[in-house]
């Protein structure tokens, strides 16, 4: 009898945890584009390629800082957003081209989300796709993304494109004359938070807290 019991309990408990996954998968899609959910306590999910990639091995296109367009050349004379006294423009879409390009609900990660994905992953420099970069495996579930080596861009010039990924977050710094912003950078060696020129081209790997389809 103690058995059985034992054998219903079991089986009642391996039916719940097969209930919870169902209602929390690991990845899934927010409109035509896909997310990794690393278990991070804030419940922020990951976008697997950057915004302008259709895979997670291709950069994107480079943007400054709370700009929506590409230019011809990157320069602190035709930034929008240099010297301009803002707050954190996360999902705002005048300002944010993850929620303008990808819709409602995708947007730049805000210097806080990047710290969480650092605390709560480990990372390590990878190939993927003949193309150099940062693989990400979270510490809680063991999922993982891999955010390319992109370069960035000053003036005309693209630099490090090959071995260096640079991405903006949505958070500008304090002080400083209202020009920089929160960034994250990595090479070879390592990669760390700091803040760079507003007027920069960067990639954007965006985010969601939404999980609307699988």
Known sequence: MKKNLFLVIALLLAMAVNCVYAQNPTKGKLGNHEWVDLGLPSGTKWATCNVDATSAEQAGKLYAWGETTTKSAYTEANSTTDGKQMTDFAGDKTYDVATLKWGEGWRTPTKEEMNELLEYCNDRYVQRGGRWGREFTSTINNQTIFLP??????????????????????????????????????????????????????????????????
């Open 149 to 214: 080596a992109t370069g960035s861009k000053e003036g005309t010039k693209l630099i490090d494109a090959n071995g260096c990924g640079v991405y903006w977050t949505s958070t500008p710094t304090s002080g400083r004359g209202n020009c920089c912003a929160h960034m994250y950078n990595f090479g070879a060696a390592l990669g760390e938070m700091g803040s760079c020129g507003r007027f920069i081209g960067l990639a954007i790997r965006p985010v969601t807290k939404y999980t609307l389809t699988k």
